[in-house]
């Protein structure tokens, strides 16, 4: 084992949770999984992690990480009917570690029911996808305690090996993140838009996104989105249903500290404009479930053309070596 190792337990097993906590099991690191749905957690336990069968159970581990989709799913697992602090005079782990994306209210609101519990709370989201991570390209930012911090940030490596970036107290992280996520809406829908006026004045949207990509507008988020755009692969790293949040999650924090954001209320109305057509569509859960660059296809839609894969072998600079 790791000389820094700790009783480590991950709640979480979706597109983001499920190889971050792989990282940590690479490294050598025993880690002790709960996931709502166990079939997700099976193929984890081939690779060496222990498998519990309540999040309750890992109320006894050091360091709790948690990937979950919601602020609302995050106080189930921690404080629900078998949650790991669920049970009146259980242990509690001495440090949790939240990688998801919620809001700032509600995350401070947990933090402090934790804090009563004697449990300190690093808030730690990350920034990129399942391919990122095995590419070596994801990157976490945390706030929290600052005696903490350094505890955890080897585990946070393991994962996060683009950076680990700790800006602060409290919930500074989650600022940080919901802005980031505001800032990707607002380049997808308008990396979307570009592309679409591109094709309809007659250039394949293979050879455009070559140019944006070695120009220096390019950057990491439009290589590896440019082979989903070039072949209509909406294979699902991020939902149009998520992003809407996280936009509803910045503008909220806009209002509150009187920021004017216009661009990012403009494209917030144009990605609910995109999630409302669900249920036009034959299997309207598959829709709302494919990845967000299908935005394409709705701008396509309102520039009346109708899009076809190119079926082109595109580079995404998240190709993993050997």
Same mark, same amino acid.
């Given at each position: 084992?790791?000389?820094?190792?700790?009783?480590?337990?991950?709640?979480?097993?979706?597109?983001?949770?499920?190889?971050?906590? $792989?990282?940590?099991?690479?490294?050598?690191?025993?880690?002790?999984?709960?996931?709502?749905?166990?079939?997700?957690?099976?193929?984890?336990?081939?690779?060496?992690?222990?498998?519990?069968?309540?999040?309750?159970?890992?109320?006894?581990?050091?360091?709790?990480?948690?990937?979950?989709?919601?602020?609302?799913?995050?106080?189930?697992?921690?404080?629900?009917?078998?949650?790991?602090?669920?049970?009146?005079?259980?242990?509690?782990?001495?440090?949790?570690?939240?990688?998801?994306?919620?809001?700032?209210?509600?995350?401070?609101?947990?933090?402090?029911?934790?804090? $009563?519990?004697?449990?300190?709370?690093?808030?730690?989201?990350?920034?990129?996808?399942?391919?990122?991570?095995?590419?070596?390209?994801?990157?976490?930012?945390?706030?929290?305690?600052?005696?903490?911090?350094?505890?955890?940030?080897?585990?946070?490596?393991?994962?996060?090996?683009?950076?680990?970036?700790?800006?602060? $107290?409290?919930?500074?992280?989650?600022?940080?993140?919901?802005?980031?996520?505001?800032?990707?809406?607002?380049?997808?829908?308008?990396?979307?838009?570009?592309?679409?006026?591109?094709?309809?004045?007659?250039?394949?949207? $293979?050879?455009?996104?070559?140019?944006?990509?070695?120009?220096?507008?390019?950057?990491?988020?439009?290589?590896?989105?440019?082979?989903?755009?070039?072949?209509?692969?909406?294979?699902?790293?991020?939902?149009t249903k998520l992003l809407l949040k996280d936009l509803d999650l910045g503008l909220a924090a806009a209002h509150d500290l009187g920021v004017p954001m216009p661009i990012s209320g403009?494209?917030?109305?144009?990605?609910?404009?995109?999630?409302?057509?669900?249920?036009?569509?034959?299997?309207?859960?598959?829709?709302?479930?494919?990845?967000?660059?299908?935005?394409?296809?709705?701008?396509?839609?309102?520039?009346?053309?109708?899009?076809?894969?190119?079926?082109?072998?595109?580079?995404?600079?998240?190709?993993v070596p050997g």
């Open positions: 084992m790791p000389s820094n190792a700790h009783r480590i337990g991950w709640i979480g097993l979706g597109r983001m949770g499920t190889p971050m906590a $792989e990282c940590l099991l690479k490294q050598g690191h025993e880690v002790r999984l709960w996931n709502r749905t166990r079939s997700k957690a099976e193929p984890l336990a081939a690779k060496g992690a222990v498998l519990v069968d309540h999040a309750s159970d890992l109320a006894d581990v050091d360091i709790l990480f948690t990937m979950v989709a919601t602020g609302d799913d995050l106080e189930h697992v921690y404080f629900g009917e078998n949650g790991v602090l669920g049970q009146k005079g259980c242990a509690v782990p001495k440090i949790f570690v939240d990688c998801s994306s919620i809001g700032i209210e509600q995350s401070a609101a947990i933090r402090g029911k934790l804090a $009563e519990r004697g449990a300190k709370l690093l808030v730690s989201p990350v920034s990129g996808n399942g391919k990122c991570i095995k590419a070596g390209k994801l990157s976490a930012v945390v706030s929290g305690p600052e005696d903490v911090f350094p505890v955890v940030e080897p585990y946070l490596h393991a994962f996060a090996k683009s950076g680990v970036s700790y800006v602060g $107290e409290g919930e500074l992280a989650r600022v940080c993140k919901i802005a980031h996520n505001v800032m990707l809406g607002v380049v997808i829908q308008n990396l979307c838009e570009i592309t679409v006026l591109a094709e309809k004045a007659g250039v394949p949207r $293979e050879a455009f996104l070559a140019f944006m990509n070695s120009s220096v507008m390019g950057s990491t988020f439009t290589r590896y989105k440019s082979p989903s755009l070039v072949n209509l692969d909406w294979t699902t790293t991020f939902t403009a494209t917030r109305e144009v990605i609910q404009t995109h999630v409302g057509m669900a249920s036009l569509q034959p299997d309207p859960k598959a829709y709302l479930e494919a990845d967000f660059a299908a935005l394409l296809e709705t701008v396509a839609r309102g520039a009346g053309m109708s899009l076809k894969s190119e079926n082109k072998k595109v580079p995404s600079g998240l190709e």
